[in-house]
Nanobody, 126 residues
Framework: QVQLVESGGGLVQPGGSLRLSCAASGFTLAYYTIGWFRQAPGKEREGVSCISSSDGTTTYAGSVKGRFTISRGNAKNTVYLQMNSLKPEDTAVYYC???????????????????WGQGTQVTVSS
């Protein structure tokens, strides 16, 4: 059974850091492009970052570039999202997703992904 499970969310003050984890079971993450997405109340789901299966290329949304880092821990079939310098506008439910053979132009498009986790809440507030 294919499953993705996110963890690591929580409440953090502005300027703080969190590391989200996305753990896979039932398939090998290394063969998939993995994306992180977020959805705030009343807003559409948006792409935050992704890492390709082919060459490890990473992509970031402009709003998080320089603050977030995506990485693979292949030995543990896990992908991480390190989030630094967090802002209140980063508050959202964060999801990881997996997809095969996604062209670079579509890697932050949620409709390109096949498998999704249940999400983890990130709240940035003082």
């Amino acid at each position: 059974q294919v499953q993705l499970v996110e963890s690591g969310g929580g409440l953090v003050q502005p300027g703080g850091s969190l590391r989200l984890s996305c753990a896979a079971s039932g398939f090998t993450l290394a063969y998939y492009t993995i994306g992180w997405f977020r959805q705030a109340p009343g807003k559409e789901r948006e792409g935050v970052s992704c890492i390709s299966s082919s060459d490890g290329t990473t992509t970031y949304a402009g709003s998080v570039k320089g603050r977030f880092t995506i990485s693979r821990g292949n030995a543990k079939n896990t992908v991480y999202l390190q989030m630094n310098s967090l802002k209140p506008e980063d508050t959202a439910v964060y999801y990881c997703a997996a997809g095969r053979q996604i062209a670079p132009v579509g890697r932050l498009n949620p409709y390109e992904y096949d498998y999704w986790g249940q999400g983890t809440q990130v709240t940035v507030s003082s």
